[in-house]
């Protein structure tokens, strides 16, 4: 279950959208939320510190006493500081923001985010500047999405963390997206991966395969999301190697999506 979430914070406006998302999340799963902040060596500690303090206690009013919330403060760049933490502290899911733009204009996604897709091993949710948690989790916009290239999953715990957000949707419906060449069938091995993969989840989940004929992924993706408008949450796995998502590949889409992007990590542990 769902019980630590860290939201790294460097107090810009994308900042403040996903620690929104991380405090609504936190208080619906009764799980334990940490803000961090990580403060360069080089910067003002002391102004660092008086922000993070004016940033909890305003978290604290907006969500109420049953957001178990503390704030943290290291010095040090955010992959080292994040790493030495869940080493320490332990975690279950990061929440990140993205800076950008709505529609199919190139979201510019924070560089911090960039790096802590590519080098955290906790599944991440990258929450664009644009969405609110009140579109996220209203009726309208219940669809989740779980793009796959229908590999078999090396750990059986990646998908447990999309199942407990889904969770605290409102009445969600799953579709595993598979995308690939016209004329072509998936081998015997796809087919127990997505049969898998369908009933894999609580049976009160209504789960579904979807197949989107496409020769290039994203494109093929971007192109059923135009036909879904109520989409509320994309997922995709992220590999170490050899898969058709592997980290480099989850950060292009983290580039161009308007939707918050639920980042599942499969690679080596």
Same mark, same amino acid.
């Given at each position: ?43 003002? #500690?002391? /102004?660092?510190?008086?922000? +993070?303090?004016? %940033?909890?206690?305003? &978290? ?6 049953? *957001? =178990? ?82 590999? #078999?999953? /090396?750990?059986?715990?990646? +998908?447990?963390? %999309?199942?407990?957000? &889904? ?6 419906? *799953? =579709?595993i997206v598979n995308v690939r060449p016209k004329n072509t ?19 009160s989940l209504e789960t579904e395969p979807v197949t989107v ?57």
């Amino acid at each position: 279950m769902l019980s630590s979430i860290i939201a790294p914070v460097d107090f810009s406006n994308e900042a403040g959208t996903s620690l929104k998302f991380a405090a609504e999340i936190a208080k619906r799963a009764s799980a334990k939320l940490t803000i961090i902040h990580a403060n360069p060596a080089d910067e003002n #500690e002391a /102004e660092a510190k008086q922000k +993070l303090s004016q %940033l909890l206690a305003t &978290t604290q009013d907006n969500f109420g006493a049953d *957001l =178990r919330c503390e704030a943290q403060i290291v010095t040090g760049d955010i992959i080292s500081v994040l790493t030495s933490w869940i080493k320490r502290e332990g975690g279950d899911l990061i929440v990140m923001g993205t800076k950008g733009a709505s529609g199919l204009k190139k979201i510019f996604i924070g560089s911090n985010t960039m790096k802590v897709i590519g080098s955290i091993k906790l599944p991440i949710l990258v929450i664009p500047e644009t969405v609110r948690f009140e579109e996220f989790n209203r009726n309208g916009k219940n669809r989740v999405i779980l793009a796959t290239d229908l590999e #078999e999953l /090396e750990h059986e715990t990646t +998908l447990d963390i %999309l199942e407990d957000i &889904t969770s605290l949707m409102i009445e969600p419906r *799953l =579709r595993i997206v598979n995308v690939r060449p016209k004329n072509t069938k998936l081998n015997f091995q796809q087919g127990l991966v997505r049969k898998a993969l369908v009933s894999g989840f609580n049976h009160s989940l209504e789960t579904e395969p979807v197949t989107v004929f496409s020769n290039k992924v994203l494109e093929g993706i971007n192109f059923y999301l135009s036909k879904n408008s109520d989409t509320g949450l994309i997922a995709m796995v992220a590999r170490d190697s050899g898969g058709l998502f592997p980290h480099h590949f989850t950060q292009d889409m983290a580039s161009i999506t308007h939707y918050p992007l639920l980042v599942l990590n499969d690679s080596k542990k």
